[in-house]
């Protein structure tokens, strides 16, 4: 149950003499809420002349389909570490260099395809859930939404190796009238190198095998394989490219898979855009409210748009030029250079923002001096810059990014502190190593829109509504 519904719970038992029934009302009431909402969840779910529609929610909101074990704010910030280590070795190339082939040619039996696994923390949780049909009938799947990713995959039957727990039934190809296997001779099972940065594998039985494999050493393997797509009742895209996974170790969630929105041709994004046009857009909900992922052309108007940037060092992952930030409307006390020292990208599933540096020093010195009223609190896991209380006890100065072309973000309170325990609140920035990411705690409720055929990203504020 969320921090709001046993916040209502609490209030119940003070004000009543019935405490039991009151908390069977209380839940009654959060469940029938939730039935509601998620209700409404699927009849907005849908496909319209210019795009595709899906809700979002936060992982741990209590309406999410997805039932999670409680995690600390340290096992967060930990596991959000991981993602950014992660990112950072993708960008190197010495990294790009290494294959695997831990799967070549043969087939799934536990000795020839375990990849090491370290216990305890995955970085393929992530933070935001939509769902989507796959086959012939369609079944629903809830699936992880990452920017980072390109291939789409979920779990399979007969599960070869292992299959996570998830919530609802793990897909069956045998079940799908529009089930195929790619073989190894596709130029879908060519791609794969470019997709997940591990080579493709063959089967004995010329089915091509892919692996995604993360940072933390959690992975998919599978086959490589096509059926129909769906959003609601309709269908949306059949052939889609997707893996099939028969070995997907890693600590999940509960969810299906992940839904993969890189810049690639196998990327869910990209398979859609002839239809849809190649952009899309969402805004990432706090854990009170739901959000939404459009796939297709959204109305630009709205948003102050930063020019779309192509690094070499992984052409897949969205960069921008991230060029100021201003604290109570006071530029940083940092030159404008401070701010090139490191490549920039936007990235749906990493928590924290990390800035360059000397960007980070100045920003929390900045915010120190506005906040000297409010007694100090040790540092938290990553986060260093804590006081006493909650980001809403707190006067927050406002907090602007800027990018180039004129897009900006005003941060309000919840986008700028973090609250990690209930009596500890922290900056919700962190240093950047090699890379500086704009991550999604500075992104929530805000409608960010990804026109790849334009080249810009684009920014608009109270996008959630």
């Known amino acids: 149950m969320g921090s709001l519904a046993l916040l209502a719970l609490c209030l119940l038992l003070l004000r009543t003499a019935s405490p039991l029934r009151d908390i069977q009302e209380a839940a009654a009431t959060t469940t029938s809420s939730c039935s509601s909402q998620l209700q409404e969840d699927h009849h907005r779910q849908h496909l319209n002349s210019s795009g595709l529609h899906l809700t979002l929610h936060h992982v741990r909101s209590p309406c999410s389909p997805v039932s999670l074990p409680e995690l600390s704010s340290h096992d967060i910030l930990t596991q959000d570490e991981l993602r950014v280590q992660s990112l950072a070795a993708r960008l190197s190339s010495s990294e790009k260099k290494k294959t695997k082939g831990s799967a070549a040619g043969g087939d799934f039996t536990p000795e020839t395809l375990r990849v090491p696994l370290k216990p305890g ?24 939404v990452d920017t980072g990713s390109s291939l789409t995959w979920l779990q399979c039957k007969p599960c070869r190796v292992s299959c996570h727990e998830q919530v609802g039934p793990i897909f069956d190809p045998a079940a799908s009238r529009t089930y195929k296997a790619v073989s190894c001779s596709s130029p879908e099972c060519t791609a794969l190198q470019s997709a997940t940065l591990n080579p493709s594998a063959c089967s004995s039985s010329n089915v091509c095998i892919y692996e995604a494999s993360y940072g933390d050493s959690s992975f998919s393997l599978g086959y490589l394989s096509k059926d129909t797509l769906s959003f609601g009742a309709s269908p949306a895209l059949p052939g889609f490219v997707y893996g099939c996974g028969q070995d997907n170790e890693g600590l999940f969630g509960r969810s299906a898979g992940l839904i993969g929105l890189a810049r690639n041709k196998l990327s869910m994004l990209s398979q859609l855009a002839p239809k849809y046009g190649n952009a899309f857009s969402y805004c990432l909900p706090s854990t009170a409210s739901t959000g939404y992922l459009f796939i297709g052309a959204n109305d630009k108007a709205k948003f102050s748009f930063t020019p779309m940037v192509t690094k070499p060092l992984d052409p897949t992952l969205y960069f921008l030029n991230f060029v100021g930030m201003t604290v109570g409307q006071k530029p940083l006390a940092v030159s404008a250079a401070a701010y090139k020292g490191l490549p920039t990208i936007i990235d749906s599933g990493t928590v924290i923002t990390r800035l360059p540096p000397a960007v980070y020093s100045a920003l929390s010195e900045a915010v120190v001096g506005a906040l000297s009223k409010y007694p100090r609190a040790p540092a938290y896991s990553i986060l260093d810059t804590c006081f006493k209380g909650s980001a809403g006890s707190l006067a927050v100065p406002k907090v602007r990014m800027l990018f180039a072309g004129g897009a900006v973000l005003d941060l309000s ?6 609250d990690v325990t209930s009596t500890t609140t922290c900056l919700a920035f962190a240093r950047a190593g090699s890379v500086a990411i704009i991550g999604n705690r500075q992104q929530q409720t805000f409608a960010v829109l990804y026109d790849v055929s334009g080249s810009k990203i684009g920014f608009s504020a109270g996008g959630c509504g």
Do not use: E, K
Not at 124 to 142: E, S
Not at 413 to 418: D, G, L, M, R
């Open 121 to 144: 923390i995955s970085l393929g949780v992530g933070n935001y859930i939509a769902n989507v049909g796959l086959g012939t009938p369609a079944r629903d799947y809830i699936m992880v």
């Open 413 to 418: 309170a919840h986008n700028v502190f973090y």
